[in-house]
């Protein structure tokens, strides 16, 4: 751990369940985009444990700078420095060209029109066969699958009405109206899934 930048205890305990998978996931991909780095600690991770691709990570601009130090730390051949990316900027460059993307814990955060917003740019981003992978927390049928994810979900509603957890059938939806099925999805540690989904 490196004391003086962001760290989060969440991705330290989920990073290698995680990389189990997408080991199997990302098997035959090449590029893969992170999209919502935050700290980093997955991308260092994650790009250490599958040396055959090469790992992008990006986020906004607030969190970018802190992004940038630990992956220099890093200092991984297949590890770039991370891109200034933001869903709600419709003008800014799109990146194109990855046979994979990954994001974790970040549709609960983001308002359900970014959420929307970010499925649709999919096609943007990726090549015409890729693989998506989305971890998380998930409702089925309008339920939460634990109490702790029912109280995850008030106290992301204390902080902002529009967060919250979201129902794996609407997030389902939105992949398939980009092109992408739902292939697995898989149990994880924490109550959360790892939904993984392939464009062909």
């Known amino acids: 751990m490196q004391s003086d930048l962001p760290f989060s205890q969440a991705c330290e305990n989920n990073k290698a369940p995680i990389l189990a998978l997408l080991q ?9 985009l992170e999209v919502g780095s935050g700290t980093g600690q997955h991308a260092v991770h994650f790009a250490a444990g599958m040396p ?5 990570a990006s986020d ?26 933001d869903i709600r900027d419709a003008a800014a460059p799109t ?7 990954f994001s974790a814990n970040t549709l609960h955060i983001m308002p359900w029109p970014v959420v929307q917003q970010l499925f649709a740019r999919l096609n ?4 015409a066969e890729a693989t998506l992978c ?6 089925y049928n309008g339920r939460f ?15 902002d009405p529009a967060m919250g957890i979201r129902d794996i059938a609407a997030v389902v939806a939105l992949a398939g109206a980009s092109g992408f099925s739902l292939q697995q999805d898989h149990s994880m540690p924490a109550n959360n899934r790892l939904l993984q989904f392939i464009r062909s």
């Open 145 to 159: 699958t634990s109490d702790s994810n029912r109280a995850f979900d008030a106290s992301l509603k204390s902080r």
């Open 52 to 56: 055959h691709l090469n790992w992008q």
């Open 24 to 32: 199997q996931a990302f098997a035959n991909c090449r590029n893969v």
């Open 124 to 127: 943007d981003f990726c090549t």
């Open 60 to 85: 906004q601009a607030l969190y970018l700078p802190d992004l940038t130090e630990r992956l220099r730390r890093a200092a991984l051949p297949n590890l770039p420095l991370p891109l200034l990316l």
């Open 95 to 101: 990146v194109k060209g990855y046979d994979a993307v």
């Open 134 to 139: 989305i971890y998380g927390p998930f409702n």
